[in-house]
């Protein structure tokens, strides 16, 4: 839906979309809904955010050197 959609738009800050992954980690923890293995979403979401975190810095690091 709508976080899914906000992930997607080029020209949305970087941080912004790193907190929006740790916000859909933080309702898949708090979720009260039967999620089956919610916590590996999680985690998963965790890993993504971090490496992706990675990548644009290295990126930006070779692109304005």
């Known amino acids: 839906g709508l976080l899914r959609q906000s992930l997607l738009v080029r020209n949305t800050p970087f941080p912004v979309k790193v907190a929006r992954l740790y916000l ?3 309702i898949l923890h708090n979720s009260s ?3 089956k293995n919610a916590s590996s979403y999680r985690s998963l979401i965790q890993v993504f955010a ?3 975190a990675i990548w644009i810095q290295c ?3 070779f692109l304005y050197e």
């Open 24 to 26: 859909l980690s933080d």
């Open 33 to 35: 809904a039967p999620v």
């Open 50 to 52: 971090l490496g992706y």
């Open 59 to 61: 990126r930006d690091d």
